[in-house]
């Protein structure tokens, strides 16, 4: 019998690494599929203390089993048949755990929406590359051999990654409209704002209120600045901070000096845009930030910087 559905939750989101992470390993890696997934059913039954008990019926032992047949390896569903990252065992957990903090790395230095470049490859790379870290062979065969296993942890990173822009959305909507001195009739100031982009440059503020753009300082406006530290740099745990290597990287420029990653600085700029647009259309935050309605803006945004 599986770990109960119902176990106390631990911290599920803070990373326990076995070592400080300090470069991401999101870069591309094959994926060597051996064979297909063994199909599998789940059950939930209540045992005699009322708590649901999930129950894996799995097929007769067959050779391509053998390599996930560690418990360490083992993966429960709740009665629905998700997964939740809580309900794993340790070893699970911290691969899962290092996947999501390697998809917000992916997201800060790599691209905003890995679900739209890369389809659905980023995610197994990921946990993939998760597994190897911690040294954990059996889920690390078991993603190998069991598609299904591993669609379903996948699953989980990209939840994650939307999850994160939803995170840099928010600040982003809690930043810039007192810069902006967005008001109730405050469309005058967005369309200033939205034409050419204007909002990724430090304001001056006529006596009407009306925004006029510093044009020599693009992308030095204050809720580019103040989101960019929130969500990025403002404590331990940011990945600003969690990945300190990828500026020694980027330091080897010809400014020799660390600069702020351009994906960084776009997927920002592309939700103070995003804010503009829901203050316009008076549809408070709870807007959909997703590739789909906003990926050519930060493809806009990924191209000026590239300029600069």
């Known amino acids: 019998m599986?770990?109960?559905?119902?176990?106390?939750?631990?911290?599920?989101?803070?990373?326990?690494w076995d070592s400080p992470m300090t470069r991401s390993s999101f870069g591309?890696?094959?994926l060597k599929r051996v064979s297909k997934s063994n199909k599998r059913s789940s059950v939930v039954e209540e045992d005699e203390e009322g708590e649901d008990s999930v129950f894996d019926i799995k097929p007769e032992p067959s050779m391509s089993e053998s390599s996930h047949a560690d418990p360490?390896?083992?993966l429960v569903y709740t009665k629905t048949g998700s997964v939740r990252l809580t309900d794993q065992n340790v070893d699970l957990r911290k691969v899962i755990q290092h996947g999501i903090l390697e998809v917000k790395a992916y997201i800060a230095f790599k691209h905003g929406y890995p679900e739209l470049v890369a389809k659905n490859s980023y995610a197994c790379e990921i946990l993939l590359q998760a597994a190897k870290h911690h040294k954990t062979v059996p889920?690390?065969?078991r993603m190998y051999v069991d598609d299904e296993y591993l669609s379903a942890l996948a699953n989980l990173i990209d939840a994650r990654a939307s999850l994160f822009r939803t995170d840099i959305k928010d600040v982003a909507y809690k930043c810039a409209p007192g810069y902006f001195r967005l008001s109730h009739?405050?469309?005058a100031i967005i369309d200033r704002l939205l034409a050419s982009h204007s909002y990724i440059f430090p304001q001056i503020f006529d006596a009407e209120g009306l925004p006029s753009p510093k044009r020599?300082?693009?992308y030095q406006g204050q809720p580019v600045v103040d989101t960019l530290y929130e969500v990025f740099f403002k404590n331990a745990k940011s990945i600003g901070s969690q990945f300190v290597q990828h500026f020694v990287d980027i330091a080897k420029n010809k400014a020799s000096r660390p600069e702020v990653p351009i994906p960084m600085v776009a997927i920002v700029s592309t939700a103070i845009h995003a804010t503009l647009i829901a203050k316009k259309n008076k549809a408070g935050d709870d807007f959909k930030f997703t590739g789909n309605q906003f990926c050519d803006i930060y493809t806009y945004h990924?191209?000026?910087l590239e300029k600069i």
């Open 139 to 141: 889920i690390e065969k």
């Open 302 to 304: 990924m191209a000026l």
């Open 28 to 30: 591309p890696q094959p």
């Open 72 to 74: 360490m390896a083992n």
């Open 216 to 218: 020599q300082k693009p």
């Open 2 to 16: 599986s770990s109960s559905a119902k176990e106390k939750k631990y911290a599920a989101e803070v990373p326990m």
């Open 185 to 187: 009739n405050c469309d």
